[in-house]
C-alpha cells in the first residue's frame, strides 16, 4: 500500500519557467511532509518541509504547498534552473512516530 | 564539519551469503536511520537507531539487523541474502532523540548492493 505517491515519473521545464511537482498521501495522520532532492552518485538532500498547521511555506525559490483536504502537497520552483535537474521525492510523518514515508519521486529536467 | 559516509560504494553478494555495511554519522548527530531503495522506488525505512539501542523497524525481516556504537557510527547487517535485496542502501544521520521527530535527515551517499 503506497501511503505517499508521486504519479509523474518525470517532468522537463523550460528554463526559467516554473516547475510544479505533485504528491499525494493516503494517511490522514500524516502531519509533517518534507522534499529531498537527490542527484545521481549522491544522498538525497533535504530541501524544504511543512507543518500540518501551515498551507504553505516557502524558501527562496521553493515554495511547498498544503491542501489537508484534499491530501495533496505540490512543490514549486521559481524560476526553475538547469542545476534543479533531479529527482524529487515527498516524505511523510505523523506525530509520535519516527519514520519518514517516501514517495517514487519524480526526474526533474530544466532545459537550458 | 564532516558529513555522513558510508562504505563501501558498491559490493557484489553472492545469495546465502551475509553483509555488513558501515555508516559515520555527521558530527553531533545521535541518531541513524537505515533506508533500502530499490530501483524506480522512494527510500524505505529499515530501521533507526538512537543512542545505541533500536528506536523503531519497518517491515524488514529480521534477516536485517543493525548496530550503532558509542561514537555513533552504525552498520546494517543482512543475513541469508536474497535476489530481492539488490538495492541502494541508504543511511541518514541526524541530531533527533527518542521520539522526536527532526525536520532534516542528513542522507549518505549510499552503498551499492548487488545479489547475484
Known amino acids: 500500500d503506497q501511503q505517499v505517491k508521486q504519479n509523474s515519473p518525470s517532468l522537463s521545464v523550460q528554463e526559467g519557467r516554473i516547475s510544479i511537482l505533485n504528491c499525494d498521501y493516503t494517511n490522514s495522520m500524516f502531519d509533517y511532509f518534507l522534499w529531498y532532492k537527490k542527484y545521481p552518485a549522491e544522498g538525497p538532500t533535504f530541501l524544504i518541509s511543512?507543518?500540518?498547521?501551515?498551507d504553505k511555506n516557502e524558501d527562496g525559490r521553493f515554495t511547498v504547498f498544503l491542501n489537508k483536504s484534499a491530501k495533496h502537497l505540490s512543490l514549486h520552483i521559481v524560476p526553475s534552473q538547469p542545476g534543479d535537474s533531479a529527482v524529487y521525492f515527498c516524505a511523510a510523518s505523523a506525530t509520535g512516530t519516527y519514520k519518514y514515508i517516501f514517495g517514487t519521486g519524480t526526474r526533474l529536467k530544466v532545459l537550458a | 564539519e564532516t558529513g555522513v559516509t558510508q562504505s563501501p560504494t558498491h559490493l557484489i553478494k553472492t545469495r546465502g551469503q551475509q553483509v555488513t555495511l558501515r555508516c559515520s554519522s555527521q558530527?553531533?548527530?545521535?541518531?541513524v536511520s537505515w533506508y533500502q531503495q530499490a530501483l524506480g522506488q522512494g527510500p524505505q525505512f529499515i530501521f533507526q537507531?538512537?543512542?545505541?539501542?533500536?528506536?523503531g523497524r519497518g517491515n524488514f525481516p529480521p534477516r536485517f539487523s543493525g548496530l550503532q556504537f558509542p561514537n555513533y557510527s552504525s552498520e546494517l547487517n543482512v543475513n541469508a541474502l536474497e535476489l530481492d535485496d539488490s538495492a541502494l542502501y541508504l543511511c541518514?544521520?541526524?541530531?533527533?532523540?527518542?521520539?522526536?521527530?527532526?525536520?532534516?535527515?542528513?542522507f549518505g551517499p549510499g552503498t551499492r548492493l548487488t545479489v547475484t
Open positions: 558530527s553531533g548527530h545521535n541518531t
Open positions: 541518514a544521520s541526524s541530531p533527533g532523540g527518542l521520539g522526536r521527530r527532526t525536520s532534516e535527515q542528513y
Open positions: 511543512i507543518s500540518s498547521i501551515k
Open positions: 537507531y538512537y543512542r545505541e539501542e533500536e528506536n
